[in-house]
């Protein structure tokens, strides 16, 4: 069943193995890499990196003396701090509401809280478009970076709350038990045990809000803020600059790139957080909240009402404006919405397939070279969807011509967009999960694909199931790869919906906005559902 | 057991959904291969320009040549025009339609374009089209002012250049990173000389640094709504934007022309060519003849569009000034070029 492992440390980007690497595959119990999930996670990688292929390939076109002259001047300066500043407030915001958010929906008796975890992760699904314009109109001076940290806080913090619910979820409760008993203060516990517990989930899902925000553009656009993203969209479409563009994108890249590097200093020499024990899971205890109920109800309505309530009376708004256009709709809200649900299922299988090896790989297999892998892998997640799928027009085009605008290339440009964050829910749910229980049943006889399907993928569904719903969320807005990848004739809701908006019909464009919305609760719902039937079993 | 089982169970399940999936309308992509089955060709059009008036110029013509279906991919024309770009002579696209002339250029440029029927050439007046006959001119627009009802019409700038002067300091509004903005750029340029639009550039820039709006449709609404007195855009937003308020008399500005031969009074050419890849040359050619025709000029005189049609004898919307009376400076049409000088000079402006 083993044959051929010893060949791992012999692949491709092994030549070389460094001391660390060769101590890491000695330390780890029972590590030595199937090639099977070498090979998965090689391939996986690789079709993720595509879009960096290309960067380097159009932005070599134009040799180094022009790109010198795009590259280090006062608007580059500027971006970067913008970029910079905003990522860091962002990050840090998204991280404190998603937790506190999380810890009210899973360890405290507050009422209602089925309805508020699928509340507060439904702006994920909310179009930029339409956050952006209703703040701004709402508020027609809120422009720059206030506008910006604002509206992104508000959209962008589900990326974090999922996650860090999940690792709540199944973290176990017996170490904070034992805190409590040993005197320390709720407070103490919190800090010194539950926040430890959740560090997996609480990183990753900061690292993709990070991403998240240096790949963004619509929300800027409307609010009037530049970043790296909204002038590699002028550079590619306004100037026909692609070698800028692409300079700028490498930018973006070594930007994210730091961000993974820091995020490999935070999360640093931590020890295995899964259960250590056997024994039957036992759900932890909810907190009473007493007279407590008031203030965190209120922090929840306020979180969805700015978040929720805001974007969804705009839309109230448009649907009463009673403006007549003549622009035919391409496709009906009904067929709309079936493709995009189709694609958007499609999509987040397909991510969760390309994660799921990546994310076996670093945490069975930890070691310099599943990190690397892991890297770029996530560091895609910093990149716009217009340079994605510019990349993969450019690769389609020269070498898979067949599957040009075809709905195999649209599912793979989604997948590669939205892997990193299945890749971080598949991880840090994977941290709970002990291998000895897979090794048990390797030792039991199973083969590993058994044990795998049979043991681990149960023991980490809570995370395939968030990481789908992540993925499916974010299909369903998504709007530049799409109007470059969909196959010409068919339209997604948000197509659509930017076809009308962008002819100013905001009353035709409305019901597409509110069935995007509509379409987003369902995962939210489910997820919520579906985790409330694991307690009670 | 049973949670295993729908473990396994929803991505095969995803997967056979894809397969049959793939071959059904509902994700697209097999429309082509089922127009050749049924005796019809299909026609891929990528266009730029306002998708209203191209839906109902499609269907026009697709009744008046029922063995043609026309499939519109609607996306900025530099999107499309890079995207183009990237395709190369693989384009599954037979037609551009652009809404600038230089989007069509940079296509051109690169050898994508094919020669455009003689026929719609000759029917377009020479100025209109392209210079090396491999686009038609199918709609235009002028560049003006949109000017908020406070400010009176004796203090409405006449000349582009004007616009760059201290007194208009957080009064105007323009966007950048419009492709409408170019041909002014590149007109003032070739007028006066690469330096002095920077210059006025710069002070432009100045002018309008609590205002550097991210489209024409911002600035427009933002004039309309008094947040700002004027703002540099073609003059069709405008009634565009009057529509959105309920009426030319509703709304809460009006539109400003430059003085008779202005430099910076330009105007541009939205048109339309076949791809040199196209399969299908002879449908394309007569979709692009339709389009220079009456009844599609007439289709686009009438839409909200408001632009000028460029077939002579055909009217523009009524409640627009006729083309003959508009006199925008003298700038060609090869001489707005593919917009690379007007990039540059956006781009040492630290504007894009």
């Known amino acids: 069943m083993q044959e051929g492992a010893l060949a791992a440390p012999s692949s491709p980007s092994l030549t070389q193995p460094s001391a660390a690497d060769v101590a890491a595959l000695v330390a780890a119990r029972g590590a030595r890499r199937p090639p099977v999930l070498i090979g998965l996670s090689l391939a996986a990688t690789a079709l993720v990196l595509l879009p960096m292929a ?156 990070c991403l998240a925000l240096l790949g963004e553009f619509g929300a800027f656009e409307i609010l009037r803020f530049q970043t790296f993203t909204t002038t590699i969209f002028t550079e590619f479409t306004v100037a026909f600059s692609t070698s800028a563009a692409s300079a700028l994108a490498m930018v973006l890249v070594l930007l994210g790139l730091g961000v993974l590097v820091a995020r490999h200093f935070a999360a640093g020499r931590h020890g295995r957080v899964s259960r250590a024990g056997g024994g039957a899971r036992r759900p932890p205890i909810r907190h009473r909240l007493g007279l407590r109920v008031i203030p965190v109800t209120a922090g929840c309505l306020a979180l969805t009402g700015l978040s929720l309530g805001v974007p969804i009376s705009t839309l109230g708004y448009w649907m009463t404006r009673n403006q007549p256009t003549t622009l035919p709709a391409v496709a009906p809200v009904p067929t709309a919405a079936e493709t995009t649900v189709l694609y958007a299922v499609l999509a987040a299988a397909g991510a969760i397939m390309l994660a799921l090896p990546v994310a076996l790989l670093v945490e069975r297999h930890p070691g310099p070279f599943s990190k690397v892998l892991e890297s770029f892998t996530l560091s895609v997640q910093g990149l716009p969807g217009l340079v994605i799928a510019m990349a993969l027009i450019f690769f389609a085009v020269r070498f898979a011509f067949p599957l040009y605008q075809s709905p195999i290339l649209m599912v793979a440009a989604y997948s590669v ?76 809701l948000a197509a659509q919906f930017w076809a009308f908006q962008n002819d100013q019909s905001y009353a035709a464009a409305a019901p597409y906005a509110t069935a995007i919305v509509a379409i987003a609760v369902v995962p939210g719902y489910l997820l919520g559902v579906w985790f409330d039937k694991k307690r009670g079993a | 057991m049973r949670r295993t089982t729908l473990l396994i169970a929803a991505p095969l399940s995803a997967i056979a959904l894809a397969a049959t999936a793939s071959g059904c309308s509902t994700l697209g992509g097999t429309s082509a291969t089922a127009a050749q089955a049924s005796g019809t060709t299909n026609l891929v059009l990528y266009s730029g320009q306002h998708e209203q008036t191209t839906a109902l110029l499609v269907s026009a013509f697709e009744k008046l040549n029922p063995t043609i279906k026309v499939t ?121 000389g690469t330096k002095a639009a920077t210059d006025w550039l710069n002070g432009l820039k100045a002018n309008a640094a609590a205002h550097l709006l991210p489209d024409n449709e911002t600035v427009t609404k ?131």
């Open chain 2, 72 to 192: 519109v991919r609607s996306n900025d024309e530099g999107s499309l025009a890079q995207q183009l770009l990237q395709e190369g002579s693989k384009s599954p696209a037979d037609l551009f339609f652009a809404e600038n002339s230089p989007a069509l250029e940079q296509v051109q440029e690169k050898g994508l374009l094919a020669k455009a029927p003689a026929e719609a050439l000759a029917a377009v007046p020479a100025q209109y089209d392209s210079p090396q006959s491999d686009w038609v001119g199918i709609t235009a627009r002028v560049t003006c002012l949109v000017v908020s009802s406070s400010v009176p019409a004796s203090q409405v700038p006449t000349s582009a250049l004007s616009l760059a002067d201290p007194k208009w300091k957080g009064k105007l509004a323009f966007a950048g990173s419009e492709t409408d903005l170019q041909p002014m750029i590149t007109a003032l340029a070739g007028k006066y």
């Open chain 1, 54 to 209: 290309f960067l380097v390939y159009e932005a070599a076109q134009s040799g180094w003396a022009p790109l010198q002259h795009l590259l280090f001047r006062s608007l580059t300066a500027h971006l970067l701090a913008n970029t910079v500043e905003l990522a860091i407030c962002v990050t840090t915001l998204c991280a404190i509401i998603g937790t506190a958010a999380a810890y009210a929906t899973e360890r405290t008796d507050l009422p209602l809280r089925r309805m508020w975890s699928a509340l507060i992760v439904i702006p994920l699904a909310i179009p930029d478009f339409i956050v952006g314009y209703t703040w701004s109109s709402l508020w027609p001076s809120l422009h720059g970076l206030t506008g910006a940290v604002l509206v992104m806080t508000l959209s962008l913090n589900p990326l974090v709350y999922l996650p860090v619910k999940a690792a709540l979820r199944g973290a176990d409760p017996g170490l904070e038990e034992a805190a409590r008993s040993l005197g320390l203060s709720p407070l103490a516990t919190f800090r010194r045990v539950t926040l430890h517990q959740i560090r997996p989930a609480l990183i990753g899902g900061s690292l993709v809000v």
């Open chain 1, 417 to 492: 967009l939205f892997c990193p964050l299945a890749l971080v829910s598949v991880r840090a749910s994977l941290a709970h999960a002990p291998a000895r229980l897979e090794e048990t049943a390797r030792s039991l006889g199973k083969r590993p694909l058994a044990a795998l399907v049979r043991v681990t993928l149960p023991l980490i569904a809570p995370g395939l199931a968030a990481g789908f719903c992540l993925v499916f969320l974010s299909v369903v807005t998504e709007l530049t790869a799409t109007l470059l990848l969909l196959p010409s004739g068919v339209k997604t």
């Open chain 2, 222 to 352: 933002d004039v309309d709504s008094g947040q700002v007195q004027i703002g540099v855009v073609d003059n069709y937003y405008w009634y565009r934007q009057a529509v959105d308020d309920g009426g030319f008399d509703k709304a809460h500005s009006r539109i400003g022309y430059f003085a008779a031969g202005d430099p910076g009074y330009v105007l541009s050419v939205s048109g339309i060519a076949t791809l040199a890849s196209s399969k299908h040359k002879d449908a394309a050619a007569s979709f692009i003849k339709f389009l220079a025709s009456p009844p599609a000029q007439k289709i686009i005189a009438d839409s909200d569009s408001f632009e000028y049609p460029l077939l002579p004898g055909s009217a523009a919307n009524a409640a627009m000034p006729a083309l003959s009376t508009l006199k925008p400076g003298t700038i060609a049409i090869d001489q707005l070029g593919d917009g690379s000088t007007a990039v540059s000079l956006l781009q040492q402006a630290q504007l894009l």
